[in-house]
């Protein structure tokens, strides 16, 4: 039973440019939520997609945004890149809200803005 | 707004002995979740315990642990007969409750557990 798959594993992009990073939730699992966690921190809650909608939005500007497909795998876009974008992006999936079924993360996706 | 903090930066410990790293919280809500996550170098966050708020008993997991005090918005864990496997980042998070639309965890800064063998 595979768990959560994040890609790539390390990114590296240039300031301005724009990524995409992709999430595959654990098998049996309808949602999917991003976070952004900056070296020595705990990480920030970017958004969550259910039924394919975002259901719910951190404090992250628009310039981050996402996609949830009809097999509930999920991809996060990040346009316009700042170096302050550079961190651990973390895939969480979970069954529907999670509260009886705990969030199940990913190895997450290195991100290096330069 | 919650807060989660997490005051020890970084803890270490002789193996097969006993550690306690400490969170505190600050919510207005009586209904909410707490958890503690740990993430090892592979960079995955998981799951050690959690523990729900309506709950007086505290939770454990084999060789883990929570001291919760609602009252004082605490939520130790301990983990006994440290282990080598045991060394990792160690994050408390909190969550709202059950029916509440707001699904997102709220972490600490976390605490770097060091196991000395």
């Known amino acids: 039973d595979a768990g959560v798959t994040q890609s790539p594993t390390h990114l590296i992009k240039t300031r301005g440019q724009q990524v995409t990073l992709r999430c595959s939730p654990k098998s049996g699992h309808d949602t999917v939520s991003w976070y952004q966690q900056a070296l020595g921190q705990g990480p920030q809650f970017i958004f969550q997609?259910?039924?394919?909608?975002?259901?719910q939005r951190g404090n992250f500007p628009d310039r981050f945004s996402g996609h949830q497909f009809p097999n509930y795998s999920s991809e996060l876009n990040v346009n316009a890149l700042l170096l302050g974008d550079s961190a651990l992006y973390l895939c969480a999936s979970s069954f529907g809200a999670g509260w009886n079924s705990p969030l199940h993360f990913g190895n997450g996706t290195r991100l290096t803005v330069t | 707004a919650q807060t989660v903090t997490q005051s020890q930066p970084e803890m270490s410990v002789q193996e097969a002995e006993t550690v306690t790293l400490s969170c505190t919280y600050d919510t207005s809500e009586s209904d909410y979740y707490l958890f503690w996550y740990k993430q090892p170098p592979s960079r995955q966050m998981i799951l050690v315990i959690r523990q729900e708020a309506y709950k007086q008993q505290n939770a454990t997991e084999n060789r883990f642990s929570v001291n919760f005090q609602k009252a004082a918005k605490s939520f130790s864990l301990k983990i006994s007969d440290s282990q080598l496997g045991d060394a990792a980042m160690y994050f408390c998070?909190?969550?709202?409750?059950?029916?509440?639309?707001?699904?997102?965890?709220?972490w600490g800064a976390g605490t770097k557990l060091i196991i000395k063998p």
């Open positions: 998070a909190y969550r709202r409750g059950v029916g509440d639309s707001n699904y997102q965890l709220i």
């Open positions: 997609y259910y039924e394919e909608e975002e259901r």
